[in-house]
Every structure is written in structure tokens, then in C-alpha cells.
């Protein structure tokens, strides 16, 4: 049978170390997921766990950037206050529902470098009038995403820096074990909220230090032991 259209292609993120790639199916998000980055959005994260909301998945969304090149960003429309939020971005090769903790590590495919782009402007818009983010958060080239580190059979949990600059200079920095709900505790609690399926990437949430981009400027995601990310706000 015949589609109406060519049907579209999923994201496809390049793997460290081999020739195949990784297509992407569901962008899901966590917000909330570091004390300081709670209480600079203005939220208690002793009284106010961390949430979900979601990204589309598709190649105009999610931006593959090959290693060691730098990937053009379009400065979004209809916003003045495009923010950079960097995040670890775990990359499932196992779906599942209800999945126990003790065994979410092995739903993991693997782990990459992400950047959960965002019109500040429009979010803190929707969010005073109590409406959905999604035009803050879901619109065009908003989720670049470096190589997939596959992860080793039986390696402990990510641990270690995250940190962005921007034009070289430090604009965030923190570390994985600060994560509120750790990436066990996320995979299983997304799970019993989602059917989780192999292609489904879950950005784990940001550090502090979240703050506006302008045109031009490079930007540079890291994360101890994965392939850096680099982009240019066109
Ligand atoms: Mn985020």
C-alpha cells in the first residue's frame, strides 16, 4: 500500500564507535531535576518533585551532531529569550512498562550530550496562565543531540561533570549525582506513565546557570566520558 507521502524519516544519532545509528522514536523530559535549577526557575525542590513533559521525536525536532562538528541551530521564531538548558540524554535500547529500578540500567542503550532548547519567554507565558509548554518547549531544532556512547553491560550508574560554555565562557556547570530522581528512578517512574520503547530518549533535566543565546554564538556541552556536543545559534 502506498502512503499519500513519503513517510518521514525518524531522528537518526550517530554511535560512538560504530557505523549504525540509533533512530530516535519519543523525546521525553524532565523538569526539575537539580535543587539549584528548581529554585532559579522559582520552585521549592524540597516540596516540588521533579515532572514530565515531552519533545516531538521527529528529524526536524531532534538535530543529530556528528563528533567534532559544530551543527547550525536556527534562532527560533516569535520568541526574544531563547535559553540553552544542557542535559544528559539517556538513550533507550529496551522498552518496557513498570519497570523496576533495580533494572532500569538495563533498558539503556546508551548515554549522549543534549541541549533541551527553550523560548523562556513563551514557557513562562504558558505557565502563568497554566497552559501546555509545548510552544516553549517542542518547536523546531529544539533538541540537538551529540553521538551515543553505547553503555558497557553492568556499568555503574553516569557519574561525573556537566558543564556548557558559551563562546568559551562557563555558563553551566554541575554534576550527574545532583540529579534529583536519579536515571534509574526516572526510566522507572516514566514507565509507569509511558509504554517505553527502544528509540525513546529521555533528557534527564539541567543544572543551574540557564540563560539567553543570541545569533552567532557557540556553544559547547560536555559530559565526563561522552562525545561533546558543539552548536552555533544561526
Ligand atoms: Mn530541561
Given amino acids: ?11 537518526l544519532l550517530p554511535v ?9 522514536r519519543r523525546v521525553y523530559c524532565v523538569g526539575r531535576n537539580y535543587a539549584a535549577h528548581a529554585r532559579e526557575m522559582g520552585s521549592d525542590p ?28 536556527a534562532y527560533p521564531s516569535a520568541t526574544q529569550d ?27 542503550y546508551g548515554y549522549a550530550v543534549g541541549l533541551d532548547l527553550t ?22 531544532q529544539s533538541a540537538p543531540v551529540g553521538p551515543i556512547t553505547p553503555r558497557q ?22 554534576r550527574l549525582e545532583q540529579m534529583i530522581w536519579s536515571v534509574d528512578e526516572t526510566i522507572a517512574r516514566l514507565s509507569t506513565l509511558f509504554a517505553l520503547k527502544p528509540g525513546d530518549l ?9 540563560g539567553a543565546l543570541t545569533r552567532g554564538q557557540v556553544l ?8 561533546p556536543l558543539q552548536v552555533r545559534i544561526v
Fill in 1 to 11: 500500500m502506498q502512503t499519500v507521502f513519503p513517510p518521514h524519516s525518524p531522528a
Fill in 82 to 108: 531563547l535559553h540553552h538548558e544542557i542535559e544528559l540524554v539517556v538513550a533507550l535500547g529496551k522498552g518496557g512498562s513498570d519497570i523496576p529500578v533495580d533494572q532500569a540500567a538495563g533498558h539503556i
Fill in 46 to 73: 524540597n516540596r516540588e518533585p521533579p515532572f514530565f513533559f515531552c519533545k516531538p521525536g521527529d528529524a526536524d525536532a531532534v538535530i543529530a551532531i556528528p563528533a567534532g562538528q559544530t551543527g547550525g541551530i
Fill in 202 to 210: 529521555i533528557f534527564t533535566g539541567t543544572p543551574d546557570g540557564v
Fill in 119 to 140: 523560548r523562556r519567554d513563551l514557557q513562562g507565558q504558558m505557565k502563568a496562565q497554566g497552559r501546555p509548554w509545548e510552544i516553549g518547549k517542542a518547536f523546531d
Fill in 153 to 174: 553491560p553492568d556499568a555503574p550508574p553516569m557519574t561525573g561533570a556537566i558543564a556548557l560554555t558559551v563562546d568559551g565562557a562557563l555558563r553551566q556547570q554541575g
Fill in 220 to 227: 559547547h556541552g560536555s559530559i565526563d566520558g561522552l562525545a
Fill in 16 to 24: 560512538v564507535g560504530s557505523a549504525q545509528t540509533y533512530p530516535v
